[in-house]
């Protein structure tokens, strides 16, 4: 089932099976964007708009996603939360911007969801300008690590909603300009991580 249409089915329920157990640490994630008046934010797979309460004002944002039905949800929470974003239906594996346009990437339960994170890495890379930063929250596995019933959920998974499978190291090669800043445990004994990126020439 293509992510587009498996999310379309979900997005009545998303918010029930995400927010609670995610909240905290989404709020951490989002508490590492500092001195944000004036630069242009991307909020790379935004889904219902459930970041959208912890965003510091002063930015452009822009929130983009490949389901229409999750952006709808997301315009409503916009408005009410007061913050002003651009909201736009595009996909993260080939984004509709020039290279060079945003200071800061925020990618929330992205990676272990696209068919190909490490391009979907790639693309990131492109729109951020040299010295801006990308902020990850999502699952995965370490190198090596067998995981055996993580690999195996996800031959059901990956069709439906997430993968977990995804090893984080194993998309860098693909991004020779993004360097690791931090990268800290977040949730289930570290298979949630908090990941900074910085890009460097």
């Not at 927010?19 to 242009?40: E, M, T």
């Not at 009410?80 to 736009?88: A, T």
Request: proline share 5%; net charge positive.
């Amino acid at each position: 089932m293509a992510l587009k249409h498996s999310y379309s089915l979900l997005s009545p329920i998303y918010d029930l099976a995400v927010r609670r157990p995610l909240d905290h640490i989404r709020k951490k994630s989002l508490a590492r964007l500092q001195n944000v008046v004036g630069k242009d934010i991307l909020i790379n797979g935004i889904g219902t708009g459930l970041d959208l309460d912890y965003l510091p004002r002063g930015a452009r944002y822009t929130g983009l996603d490949i389901t229409p039905l999750m952006l709808r949800r997301a315009a409503k929470r916009a408005e009410q939360s007061g913050v002003e974003i651009q909201l736009e239906c595009a996909d993260s594996l080939n984004l509709p911007y020039r290279s060079e346009t945003f200071d800061i990437v925020v990618m929330h339960l992205i990676l272990a969801v696209v068919p190909d994170p490490a391009r979907a890495l790639q693309e990131a890379e492109r729109v951020l300008r040299t010295n801006g930063s990308i902020y990850i929250l999502d699952k995965f596995l370490r190198p090596g690590q067998i995981a055996p019933i993580r690999r195996t959920i996800n031959t059901v998974s990956r069709h439906i909603a997430t993968r977990t499978d995804v090893v984080f190291e194993d998309l860098l090669p693909d991004a020779a300009k993004l360097h690791v800043v931090s990268d800290d445990p977040a949730l289930a004994g570290g298979w949630f991580r908090l990941i900074e990126l910085a890009k460097k020439h």
